[in-house]
């Protein structure tokens, strides 16, 4: 009896084991569409049949076997349809290779039950094993009842009871068990089998973009060698494919942008994507700019990864930046020089004083304003003419620009008409006296007739010079308001002179 048992047994997992081929690209599910379900209900009948074949025969009419245990399968997998057809093709089998018998009348009904309480049972909320060994217990216990119908003999009753329960329990779990094996099994195929797809797809996609784009795109490992070039590097780096494959892109990048293209590699490497432009040295040895994209991606083989960068060529871009950049560099600068005389206008004054009162608070050091003009310049003009005063105004910038050349911090402007500024920071009154006194001498020098002057035959300056170290209680305005006093003092006193005030 056992051996017949095994037998049950081992042809139920031969016949899942090719089941499984057979359904390996449609698994049997409770989704599964209705014409996949009639046929797993339909083999499974078919493996019910089988399995009555290879029967224990207690008697002329009584045979016993695994056969409801495919029933179990078909509604564990698939539910209540495949369940009832595999019920009905075991209970019509019956028939058909035992003759039509008043005997044979009881287990078709009982093949029937099974299917309709197996199918109502995959029906409830629990986990799919508990499902599978309930609807074993149910279809024994039919069986069980049906046996005890027939069989008169108690010993015997007990006897087949006892083998067909242990071994339907034991079947069944083998059974339920390697099925749930085979499915897995298949789904994860099937599931490798469409990420193989996938990738293929997703590997023609990039190769098609890739050789078809006119960015340069590369992969490059995770120490910067390149593994992959797109057709673009012999138009954008005039390289062919094999002279850049294995080697490391550090190593045509310009020294000054070096950090930059490391530091977004790494980013690129930690964070997954990143970007950067950069000079590059092309095979012709100049440098061109390149911008671009990094993405870092992991290797499905080895699980290491990758960078995928995407650059193009911008040398043309930048060079229109670079020229706009220096375009508004000189409308900036030429927006504080004054027109005629060439040195800062008045807004330059301003901003820079503000920004040397500032700088002399934080230090606490003193700062000295000079303020000078020319000494009756309107009369000047009139008897001149203003081509020549204009002239006369140019003089007198240059030889001051001269004079204080060799200091580089002093700041030299045009405040206004014939009126003249220079801001000294950090120095004391006294040095501001001595280059005032410079500047007179200089001027002197010059020797421009001034024969409307009241004060001498030649152009000369009235001086004001004012010094202050500044506090949280005064101003910039303050040293202007100094400065403008100490002017009108030399004015007043006589022109051709320095008056000097310091706080």
Request: some cysteine; glycine content about 6%.
């Amino acid at each position: 009896m056992i051996k017949e048992y095994v037998t049950n047994i081992a042809i139920l997992i031969a016949a899942f084991s090719l089941m499984g081929q057979f359904f390996k690209d449609r698994s049997l599910s409770v989704t599964s569409s209705i014409p996949t379900k009639l046929l797993a209900g339909f083999f499974l009948g078919i493996l019910g049949n089988i399995l009555m074949i290879f029967s224990i025969k207690i008697s002329s009419t009584i045979i016993v076997d695994l056969r409801h245990l495919a029933i179990v399968i078909a509604a564990a997998f698939g539910g209540f349809f495949p369940a009832m057809v595999a019920s009905i093709i075991i209970a019509l089998g019956r028939f058909v290779l035992f003759g039509f018998s008043a005997s044979a009348v009881l287990p078709a009904i009982g093949a029937i039950l099974i299917g309709f309480g197996c199918g109502l049972v995959s029906k409830l909320k629990i986990s799919e094993t508990l499902k599978a060994f309930i609807m074993n217990v149910y279809g024994l216990t039919v069986l069980s009842i049906i046996l005890a119908i027939r069989i008169e003999n108690h010993s015997t009753l007990d006897k087949v009871l006892f083998s067909h329960i242990i071994t339907s329990l034991i079947g069944g779990f083998v059974a339920y068990h390697f099925s749930v094996y085979i499915t897995k099994s298949n789904q994860a195929q099937h599931q490798l089998e469409q990420n193989i797809m996938k990738l293929k797809e997703t590997e023609e996609r990039f190769r098609l973009l890739a050789e078809n784009s006119s960015d340069l795109i590369t992969m490059n490992n995770e120490v910067g060698e390149y593994i992959y070039i797109s057709p673009a590097v012999k138009e954008i780096l005039h390289f062919e494919y094999q002279e850049l494959l294995g080697k490391k892109v550090e190593h045509f990048i310009h020294p000054d942008d070096l950090e930059i293209y490391k530091n977004t590699f790494k980013k690129a490497l930690e964070e997954g994507d990143a970007g950067a432009t950069y000079r590059y040295k092309v095979k012709l040895g100049e440098y061109i700019w390149i911008e671009s994209s990094f993405k870092s991606v992991s290797d499905q083989e080895d699980g290491n990864k990758r960078v995928i960068i995407v650059s193009r060529n911008i040398t043309d871009r930048k060079l229109t930046e670079q020229k706009l950049q220096e375009a508004n560099a000189l409308l900036n600068q030429l927006s504080y020089l004054d027109g005629l005389t060439g040195i800062s206008n008045r807004r330059y004054f301003d901003e820079s004083l503000l920004q040397e009162w500032s700088n002399s608070l934080l230090a606490t050091s003193p700062i000295t304003l000079m303020m000078f003009d020319i000494d009756y310049f309107k009369k000047y003009n009139d008897t001149y003419g203003h081509l020549e005063g204009d002239y006369c105004l140019q003089s007198i910038s240059q030889a001051i620009k001269e004079v204080i050349a060799p200091h580089s911090t002093y700041i030299f402007c045009r405040y206004g008409g014939e009126e003249f500024a220079i801001i000294l920071p950090g120095s004391e009154q006294q040095k501001g006296i001595h280059i005032a006194e410079q500047i007179q001498e200089k001027i002197q020098q010059l020797q421009i007739p001034h024969k409307s002057s009241k004060i001498a035959d030649f152009v000369t300056l009235s001086i004001g010079i004012a010094t202050m170290i500044p506090d949280p209680t005064t101003s910039s305005e303050d040293l202007i308001q100094k400065a403008d006093s100490a002017l009108y003092k030399s004015k007043i006193h006589g022109r051709n002179i320095i008056t000097s005030l310091y706080e």
